[in-house]
């Protein structure tokens, strides 16, 4: 009986804990486990202790990310669970970055090896803000709550560049041919291109010479209205002789540079025309011809008959371009152009990697405002947990040698 009050006794002595931590100790108890562990070690030497962490190796803590990096030392069952789908939903959505960041990466820092460092450079600090995350935030621990606004702005800005990723990788024979077609007209068939500008060039002049013809033309007939002798000049800059009759025959023995504004117009934007449909005519033809060969690789059309272009432009033993971040010009027109599937493979692959990065930043920030999970990061409620675990393991002792009687002692 006296053992008995005094066990009493010492339950009613006790400092009555709060209402969260008072609901994990009590429905964690797990003595069996800590019997020889926290419990043996605090009746060695009269206390309770918490055993601190090993140190776990620096490429641990940058790539993975476990349930345990997201409570304390002292959480029960359920807070442990919630905290490793918290971290399964991190590490999928990282992932997903990692993948489809990486081609995008690459172009931008040009280099297969140099993208691949920085995309797990991205990955590593990611998971790295989502564990400091969760360490009592908005509990006057500023570099908490600046990792979970820094994890949210990696997390949810390294999913942009995704479906440019996925985009990259999924067309990447329609980047590198539609590369190789515009180096082919622009380089092997210049002159055929040198032609179309040229045309360009002369009916934009015959726009501009047909405009001042307009000019004098009004000027004439407001003149001749009023009465004002000078409006045969105006007649003369416009079309020539005022009293002769002049047929368009009449003009082809002059060079154009001698012919009144609104004839010369005229002949600039003839010439114009035919040099322009005999310009198209001839690279139609030649297009033609480099399709009929090779089908529609104009990579394929370089590599054998324009090497020294080739060479210049893409990487012979690799085959890819040179320039890698002209892959980020040729998607954009692959997208301007309306390519069948190209939108949607890109919308699909950003509503993957938005939505998986949202989703952890959001459970991360539920997950770190939890009252469980605060309590578990605080030393002394971990303390308490021992406490807890010593004075059960006394109490079944007691109880123990209770019903054992004398032939416990002996």
């Given at each position: 009986?006296?053992?008995?009050?005094?066990?009493?006794?010492?339950?009613?002595?006790?400092?009555?804990?709060?209402?969260?931590?008072?609901?994990?100790?009590?429905?964690?108890?797990?003595?069996?486990?800590?019997?020889?562990?926290?419990?043996?070690?605090?009746?060695?030497?009269?206390?309770?202790?918490?055993?601190?962490?090993?140190?776990?190796?620096?490429?641990?803590?940058?790539?993975?990310?476990?349930?345990?990096?997201?409570?304390?030392?002292?959480?029960?069952?359920?807070?442990?669970?919630?905290?490793?789908?918290?971290?399964?939903?991190?590490?999928?959505?990282?992932?997903?970055?990692?993948?489809?960041?990486?081609?995008?990466?690459?172009?931008?820092?040009?280099?297969?090896?140099?993208?691949?460092?920085?995309?797990?450079?991205?990955?590593?600090?990611?998971?790295?803000?989502?564990?400091?995350?969760?360490?009592?935030?908005?509990?006057?621990?500023?570099?908490?709550?600046?990792?979970?606004?820094?994890?949210?702005?990696?997390?949810?800005?390294?999913?942009?560049?995704?479906?440019?990723?996925?985009?990259?990788?999924?067309?990447?024979?329609?980047?590198?041919?539609?590369?190789?077609?515009?180096?082919?007209?622009?380089?092997?068939?210049?002159?055929?291109?040198?032609?179309?500008?040229?045309?360009?060039?002369?009916?934009?002049?015959?726009?501009?010479?047909?405009?001042?013809?307009?000019?004098?033309?009004?000027?004439?007939?407001e003149k001749k209205r009023t009465g004002d002798p000078s409006y045969h000049n105006a007649h003369l800059e416009a079309y020539g002789p005022y009293d002769t009759v002049i047929t368009p025959e009449y003009w082809n023995r002059f060079p154009v540079e001698a012919l009144p504004l609104c004839p010369k117009a005229g002949r600039l934007r003839s010439e114009a025309q035919t040099m322009k449909e005999g310009a198209e005519t001839a690279l139609g033809e030649a297009k033609a011809a480099i399709q009929t060969k090779y089908g529609e690789s104009f990579v394929a059309y370089l590599k054998a008959e324009q090497p020294t272009l080739y060479e210049a432009y893409f990487y012979p033993k690799s085959g890819r371009m040179r320039f890698r971040r002209e892959e980020l010009n040729e998607l954009a027109a692959l997208i301007e152009n309306g390519e069948p599937g190209v939108q949607a493979t890109l919308w699909s692959a950003g509503m993957l990697s938005g939505v998986t990065s949202l989703a952890s930043v959001l459970m991360t920030c539920a997950l770190a405002v939890l009252p469980a999970v605060k309590v578990s990061w605080r030393s002394k409620t971990a303390l308490k947990y021992q406490e807890r675990l010593a004075e059960q393991q006394q109490l079944r002792r007691r109880d123990e040698q209770q019903h054992g009687g004398g032939n416990f002692h002996d």
């Amino acid at each position: 009986m006296a053992k008995k009050k005094d066990s009493n006794s010492g339950n009613n002595g006790r400092v009555s804990k709060p209402a969260t931590e008072s609901f994990w100790i009590e429905s964690e108890p797990r003595a069996d486990r800590h019997e020889q562990t926290g419990g043996a070690h605090a009746r060695q030497r009269g206390t309770a202790h918490v055993d601190k962490p090993e140190t776990a190796p620096w490429w641990k803590v940058c790539l993975i990310l476990d349930g345990a990096d997201l409570h304390g030392p002292a959480a029960s069952s359920m807070t442990k669970r919630m905290a490793s789908l918290t971290a399964f939903a991190g590490m999928f959505a990282q992932i997903i970055n990692l993948v489809t960041g990486w081609p995008f990466a690459v172009v931008v820092v040009d280099g297969a090896f140099q993208g691949a460092v920085l995309s797990l450079l991205i990955y590593g600090v990611s998971n790295i803000f989502q564990k400091q995350a969760a360490m009592k935030p908005f509990e006057r621990n500023a570099w908490a709550n600046i990792a979970g606004v820094s994890y949210a702005v990696v997390s949810l800005g390294w999913s942009i560049p995704g479906p440019i990723g996925v985009g990259l990788v999924q067309y990447d024979e329609d980047i590198q041919n539609q590369y190789a077609e515009r180096i082919t007209f622009e380089q092997a068939l210049s002159p055929y291109q040198v032609e179309l500008n040229e045309a360009a060039l002369k009916g934009s002049y015959a726009e501009e010479i047909q405009g001042q013809c307009d000019e004098k033309v009004k000027s004439f007939e407001e003149k001749k209205r009023t009465g004002d002798p000078s409006y045969h000049n105006a007649h003369l800059e416009a079309y020539g002789p005022y009293d002769t009759v002049i047929t368009p025959e009449y003009w082809n023995r002059f060079p154009v540079e001698a012919l009144p504004l609104c004839p010369k117009a005229g002949r600039l934007r003839s010439e114009a025309q035919t040099m322009k449909e005999g310009a198209e005519t001839a690279l139609g033809e030649a297009k033609a011809a480099i399709q009929t060969k090779y089908g529609e690789s104009f990579v394929a059309y370089l590599k054998a008959e324009q090497p020294t272009l080739y060479e210049a432009y893409f990487y012979p033993k690799s085959g890819r371009m040179r320039f890698r971040r002209e892959e980020l010009n040729e998607l954009a027109a692959l997208i301007e152009n309306g390519e069948p599937g190209v939108q949607a493979t890109l919308w699909s692959a950003g509503m993957l990697s938005g939505v998986t990065s949202l989703a952890s930043v959001l459970m991360t920030c539920a997950l770190a405002v939890l009252p469980a999970v605060k309590v578990s990061w605080r030393s002394k409620t971990a303390l308490k947990y021992q406490e807890r675990l010593a004075e059960q393991q006394q109490l079944r002792r007691r109880d123990e040698q209770q019903h054992g009687g004398g032939n416990f002692h002996d």
